[in-house]
């Protein structure tokens, strides 16, 4: 987890090994309960490679109903989503091209530190330039909450975890 990881090329991303490799990575993020992001050497794979659940995106938009339609949003206070499938965005050697200069501050965990949450802040905005699982090369804008995962996420390719950046860390038991 402390490793700076590698670049993959064209061939090794549509070699049966990664195929594979991001097929277990989604039934992965797919059999947690909290996840919405997990990086390859998350599952010891020292490779520039990430997935994220568009769950990530519900999210959001929950966060910006609650913004707009305040009365609504608090009636519908306690209501879990709905459970569903989630897709998940492959990201492979991915590159940021630009980013917003405010930030936010926000909650964050991991799944390789359990139990720990702490502020941490990101850019509201970032675009990212990477390959999807065909190889294909896509560039994708996000902010708010998708654009903090995909920091999250990011950072994890140069080894480094959200406790070195956050603030106000703490323990949580289930």
């Not at 306690?78 to 569903?84: C, D, E, F, L, T």
Request: hydrophobic share 35%; with cysteine; net charge positive.
């Amino acid at each position: 987890l402390r490793s700076k990881a590698r670049d993959l090329d064209i061939a090794e991303i549509k070699s049966s090994v990664i195929q594979d490799l991001i097929g277990s990575m989604k039934k992965t993020l797919r059999s947690t309960t909290d996840g919405v992001g997990l990086a390859a050497p998350q599952v010891g794979e020292s490779l520039r490679m990430f997935i994220v659940s568009d769950e990530a995106e519900e999210i959001d938009r929950a966060e910006q109903k609650k913004r707009t339609e305040k009365k609504e949003a608090i009636s519908e206070q306690g209501k879990q989503y709905p459970i569903r499938e989630w897709n998940y965005y492959v990201f492979i050697n991915p590159a940021v091209i630009s980013k917003s200069r405010k930030k936010l501050s926000g909650p964050e965990g991991c799944l390789s530190v359990p139990g720990l949450f702490g502020n941490v802040s990101r850019n509201e905005k970032i675009t990212v330039e990477a390959r999807d699982e065909q190889g294909k090369k896509f560039t994708r804008g996000t902010s708010r909450f998708f654009a903090r995962v995909i920091q999250h996420e990011l950072d994890h390719l140069d080894g480094i975890l959200f406790i070195d950046k956050a603030t106000h860390l703490v323990h949580v038991k289930k």
